[in-house]
């Protein structure tokens, strides 16, 4: 068996541009900015082959799958797994104001360290969230596609990557990973 998955950050929001912390409490919509990032993320997609794209059921993602799935002229599904972690108290927050408030947990937020049980009050952890996203994509294993976009956020994309490898980092809206599965094995494709 062989699957592709290409998966993908949701467009910019204006949490996004105000640098303020969304997770999965706070479900607002793309911005314009955020809807021509989208645009040309599906642009970009075609002729990748996707035939489906499973999305998060938060509007930014959901809004960003269906701008993609129009373009490609297919259909969307709803995964409530991918949907952002939890940040438990600091969601809604500017990221300056985390960065003060929980100096200790921001710090280590990005860093490559293996700490995957750090989480914000409340909150989800890193390693919660990898196997949140992982599952999900096991489960997709047995989805009648070849091809498959998923639609998700930052830190659930960011944490399920880390399991192959990458490096925790900061990625841009619409940011784009292309991962596979053939011959039992999991792999991230560069």
Same mark, same amino acid.
């Given at each position: 068996?062989?699957?592709?998955?290409?998966?993908?950050?949701?467009?910019?929001?204006?949490?996004?541009?105000?640098?303020?912390?969304?997770?999965?409490?706070?479900?607002?919509?793309?911005?314009?900015?955020?809807?021509?990032?989208?645009?040309?993320?599906?642009?970009?997609? +075609? #002729?990748?082959?996707?035939?489906?794209?499973?999305?998060?059921?938060?509007?930014? !993602?959901? /809004?960003? @799958?269906? &701008?993609?799935?129009?373009?490609?002229?297919?259909?969307?599904?709803?995964?409530?797994?991918?949907? +952002? #972690?939890?940040?438990?108290?600091?969601?809604?927050?500017?990221?300056?104001?985390? !960065?003060? /408030?929980? @100096?200790? &947990?921001?710090?280590?937020?990005?860093?490559?360290?293996?700490?995957?049980?750090?989480?914000?009050?409340? #909150?989800?952890?890193?390693?919660?969230?990898?196997?949140?996203?992982?599952?999900?994509?096991?489960?997709?294993?047995?989805?009648?596609?070849?091809?498959?976009?998923?639609?998700?956020?930052?830190?659930?994309?960011?944490?399920?990557?880390?399991?192959?490898?990458?490096?925790?980092?900061?990625?841009?809206?619409?940011?784009?990973?292309?991962?596979?599965?053939?011959?039992?094995?999991?792999?991230?494709?560069?």
């Amino acid at each position: 068996m062989h699957k592709d998955f290409y998966i993908f950050r949701h467009g910019e929001t204006d949490y996004n541009k105000e640098k303020r912390w969304q997770g999965c409490g706070i479900d607002i919509p793309l911005n314009q900015t955020g809807i021509l990032q989208a645009q040309e993320l599906a642009k970009h997609l +075609e #002729g990748k082959g996707i035939e489906h794209i499973y999305s998060s059921n938060l509007k930014r !993602a959901l /809004q960003t @799958a269906q &701008i993609v799935a129009d373009r490609l002229k297919i259909g969307v599904d709803v995964i409530p797994d991918l949907r +952002e #972690g939890c940040f438990g108290k600091a969601e809604g927050m500017l990221k300056k104001d985390i !960065a003060q /408030q929980y @100096a200790d &947990i921001f710090s280590q937020w990005y860093a490559p360290q293996d700490d995957m049980n750090l989480r914000f009050p409340g #909150g989800e952890s890193k390693l919660e969230m990898q196997q949140r996203m992982f599952s999900v994509l096991e489960k997709l294993l047995l989805a009648p596609y070849q091809t498959i976009g998923i639609s998700s956020h930052g830190s659930s994309i960011r944490y399920l990557l880390y399991k192959f490898g990458y490096p925790p980092h900061q990625m841009q809206n619409t940011a784009l990973f292309h991962i596979c599965f053939a011959d039992g094995k999991w792999f991230l494709k560069e």
